[in-house]
């Protein structure tokens, strides 16, 4: 009977991202401010220079209504839904496209009238806030607008220069005030809690995850995590998460633009410097960080300054940038090949494989059960048993290699023996590392 080793090979999140471009002809300029999907499925792409429709096939590009003498000379900064229509964020105010006649539109009332409109969000009772410079304003059933309830509380030093917000799963409003740190005002309370101190002072972006997490993205400070989102006045604790020149797998930047979550539950961060991510385990987010940064070719991260992330309902990933446009990102689909394993089997008398790993080209690393450790070549079906390559010279030797696992920076490989430890190869120097009961005073067995 002749053996085969069937795998299943699909994109490892780190090394299977690829970054489609939107022809740039389909968007009025490369500077995208945000990326939002409505409830009929449209994606808006909203630029410095222009509010643009996407269904997937081709783009629309809104502008003021024929009959409007007002001007649209305007940086527009995101997109909303309420009550079926459109609302623009910009700033000179806030715009109003009517999904029934197609026109976009000033909103017209005193309090938010030439207002720099940067943070918008919809409470769970449907009701419109936005917030910029001159504060934040909430809309009420007339259709008017007026000055959000907590402004009494903070009359002696009102809230101004609002960043960004969100409505949590509670109903709670968060929001960010330029220099002034993260708020959250409880509706059902009325009550208005700040964190201000040390690192929240620099609170840019809020994010909560699909667990009830809350991360926050800050202008300087790196990513936060509230552990604690109840607490008052200050965190009982949080997690930060800061670029280390000396760390590849740390966040690229401290300067946070967008924070999403994927279909899979990890963290998509982007940055001035690129994208992170933060891979979510079944025991919760590590502390490293999948990386990705501008390279020259196709199917690569054009430009660094990500500043818009979009999750579509189809869980596919979008990505905005600062001056490289908007990309549809894919994962490479999962295929399944089958290798026979004949000469293996051959010298053997097995083709059990106890771990695997890919590594260039189609070569593996396999554990063969009885025998340790194998460089395969499923090309060819040559193979080279790790007893005669040179980085493993001098080693004790082991029938079984239970388990071959490779860093994420793809430095190095480990294997998992049963006998004689943790072996640790080095890719570039081919050095290898030990870790056993011998050469770590910490392990015992």
Known sequence: ???????????????GLVFQPLRMEQIPTDEISSLYQDSEGYIWIVSYSGLVRYDGYQTLLYTLSPDNDESLESSLHSVIEADGDLYVATEHGLLRLDRKTGQLGWVHDPLISGMNVSAMAVD????????????????????????????????????????????????DLWFTSWGRGLFRFDMDRSKLFSYREGDFSSSYIIHEDSEGGM??????????????????????????????????????????????????????????????????????FGDSFINKYPEEGDGNLPYNEVNAILRARDNSMWVGMLGGGVCKVEQETVREERFPMSRIKCEYKTASVKSLIPMEGDSFWMGIAGHGLVLYDAGTGEFVHYSLLPEFEGLTYTSTVDCVTGRRDGREVCFGTYNSGLWVLDRGSRTMRVFNSATTSELTE
């Open 1 to 15: 009977m002749v053996g085969f080793v069937s795998l299943v090979l699909s994109a490892v999140l780190s090394a």
């Open 215 to 284: 991360w926050i993205g800050t202008w300087g400070r790196g990513l936060l995590f509230m552990a604690d989102m109840t607490a008052p006045d200050s965190p009982s604790s949080y997690v930060r998460f800061a670029h280390s020149d000396r760390d590849p797998a740390s966040i690229l930047d401290d300067i946070i633009y967008d924070i999403r979550e994927d279909a899979g539950g990890n963290l998509w961060i982007g940055s001035r410097s690129g994208l992170s991510i933060l891979e979510r385990t079944e025991n919760g």
């Open 124 to 171: 769970g009772k449907g009701r419109l806030w936005v917030g910029g410079d001159k504060g934040i304003f909430v809309r009420n059933g007339e259709g008017q607008f007026t000055a959000s309830v907590f402004s009494s509380i903070t009359r002696d030093r009102p809230i101004t220069d609002v960043v960004h917000m969100t409505v949590d799963h509670a109903g």
